[in-house]
């Protein structure tokens, strides 16, 4: 499918997004979803229980990997800044079926992240709450800040949060901007207060590889690569790469700022830079703030629950526990805005082409958002957070992105080769190496995941596949242009006597006649194929499809 169907804007009102997000915008876009209640507590629990100090080489090895994978979604985006990011890229280079591979493991990886991090949103604002002394009414005070079962904070921030998407993205960027710079405020004391409590000696107490814990000793829970060559356990650089397939959760995010190309103004130069300075930022921060945590306590001292809170607390610094649990509430409020942003671009981007209902793709006129895709989202959102035990499934959007990852780099190497000429407004240095790189990386780390890791998600692939089969190849909006063309005409018709007429107007390759490469919608007949969603207005040659 020809790029410029994929980047053209839609200009029906049913089908426009406005734009929203500027330069700086974009990178308080990517801070939002990257930093989260993560950096105060992933460091510390990979520390403790898998990587020892080596837990700074995981956090260099993950934000390594994703700076690689950044590249290829600045190239991909700049050339094609529509809204879907890596959905609309598969689309374009690899067609409908790919598309809708890459575009279901994006709906996994956002809607499973947004579930997992309001449940530890409630957790921490329940713990928030607590240590500041607040008691909670007795009749709620048993449905909140709950790892399982109804939680009503969980509810709250959910239906708080949709509401904010739904209203529109400006409404979301203002509360964006306030919170960021607020949480980067209370990431800054910890790395600056830790700072002063900080042992390099607990930096040179390398842990020699150990046994797996009890619960990890069973093939379904040790890593894939550990079953393949026999080796499991935590600590070691086995240890060291195991971490980094975990920690790469902190990273995700940087590519929910491609879903917003279609709002950016400038998107072909913006939003690379938006991508790669963000993700740059939020990898300097996370490397500062276990360099503190390994630095203020032993590796085998840290307390897996709250590792940083308690490592205050055993140095005298008791404040920071609140600057701690208010940085961690603020971190994962932006996280599940930017998420719901993200996952509401991808799926309004599906609708758009009819692989999932194209009513969900209508623009609200008051609010200049996909309100019913919002809506939707948001409801799936909690249906997910409150009756599934997601926290043990955190493993399955690691694994979603890394896969998403894989698909972005090769569309680059993909790219280059059958669209050499396409405008780019950013090129991957060193291709193909990067690209080859990132692949090689990023399928490294996703052989680091649990065995039933994998199984979960090749079931979830499997349902996709069926969706497809059973909805989107029937309702997809390309398959109804090319069922909508005429017959071709052979290019030279023989008349009864013998002679041969002259080439048909408007038919033959040239004319892109028939489905395939090049094929349009004019043809002989002048005629353009019907969508159905359309509302009037200039139309673009081809705009409806992707």
């Given amino acids: 499918m020809p790029p410029s169907q994929a980047t053209g804007r839609w200009t029906g009102a049913r089908h426009g997004l406005p734009t929203a997000y500027g330069p700086a915008a974009l ?26 100090p080596g837990v700074i080489l995981s956090f260099m090895i993950a934000g390594i990997t994703s700076l690689l994978v950044a590249f290829c979604f600045a190239e991909l985006s700049s050339a094609m800044p529509a809204s879907g990011s890596a959905y609309t890229f598969t689309y374009v280079i690899f067609g409908e079926v790919w598309a809708w591979i890459v575009g279901w493991a994006l709906v996994m990886e956002l809607l499973l992240a947004t579930a997992v991090v309001a449940r530890v949103w409630s957790l921490y604002a329940a713990q928030m709450l607590g240590d500041l002394g607040v008691r909670l009414p007795e009749a709620i005070a048993g449905v909140v800040g709950q790892g399982t079962g109804f939680d009503l904070f969980t509810l709250l921030i959910l239906l708080l949060l949709t509401g904010v998407v739904a209203l529109g993205a400006r409404v979301g960027l203002r509360a964006l901007w306030i919170i960021v710079v607020a949480k980067l405020v209370a990431v800054g004391a910890v790395i600056v207060v830790g700072a002063l409590h900080f042992d390099r000696r607990n930096l040179a107490a390398i842990p020699v590889p150990a046994a797996p814990a009890k619960e990890a000793a069973d093939t379904l829970h040790s890593p894939l690569l550990g079953i393949l060559f026999g080796q499991t356990g ?13 920690i790469t959760f902190a990273y995700i995010g940087f590519d929910v700022v491609a879903t917003a190309a279609e709002e950016a103004e400038d998107a072909p130069r913006s939003i690379p830079k938006g991508i790669i300075r963000g993700l740059v930022i939020t990898t300097v921060i996370y490397i500062a703030v276990g360099v503190v945590m ?6 085998d001292r840290i307390d897996t629950d709250a590792p940083l809170a308690n490592a205050f607390r055993e140095a005298g610094e008791g404040f920071m526990v609140h600057v701690i649990n208010i940085g961690a509430v603020l971190g994962l409020t932006t996280v599940i805005l930017v998420l719901l942003v993200g996952l509401t671009r991808v799926m309004f981007s599906m609708a758009r082409d009819g692989l999932i209902p194209r009513p969900l793709a209508k623009i609200n006129r008051s609010y200049h958002s996909p309100t019913r895709v919002t809506l939707l989202i948001g409801v799936l959102a ?11 499934l955190e493993p399955l ?26 405008p780019r407004g950013f090129r991957v240095p060193l291709s193909p190496g990067v690209p080859i790189a990132s692949i090689v990386a990023s399928l490294w780390l996703m052989v680091n995941l649990q065995l039933v890791t994998w199984l979960y998600f090749i079931v979830w692939m499997a349902v996709g596949v069926l969706v497809y089969l059973v909805y989107g190849r029937r309702n997809s909006v390309l398959a109804g242009m090319l069922q909508s063309l005429p017959e071709p005409v052979p290019p030279f018709v023989r008349r009864p006597g013998g002679s041969v007429s002259g080439l048909t107007p408007g038919y033959g390759p040239e004319h892109g006649a028939g489905p395939g490469p090049g094929a349009g919608p004019r043809y002989g007949s002048g005629r353009r194929p019907v969508d159905p969603g359309d509302t009037g207005g200039p139309s673009p040659r081809g705009r409806h499809r992707r």
């Fill in 27 to 52: 990178i308080v876009l990517g801070l939002g979803v990257m930093i989260g209640a993560g950096i105060f507590s992933v460091a510390g629990r990979q520390a403790a229980t898998m990587a020892g």
């Fill in 234 to 246: 935590a600590f070691g650089w086995f240890g060291i790469f195991a971490a980094s397939a975990a």
């Fill in 294 to 299: 390994v630095g203020m306590t032993p590796y």
């Fill in 382 to 392: 909690i249906v997910l957070a409150e009756f599934v035990p997601v926290l043990t």
């Fill in 397 to 422: 959007v690691v694994i979603g992105t890394l896969f998403v990852f894989v698909a972005v780099a090769y569309g680059v190497i993909r790219m280059r080769r059958t669209m050499p000429d396409l």
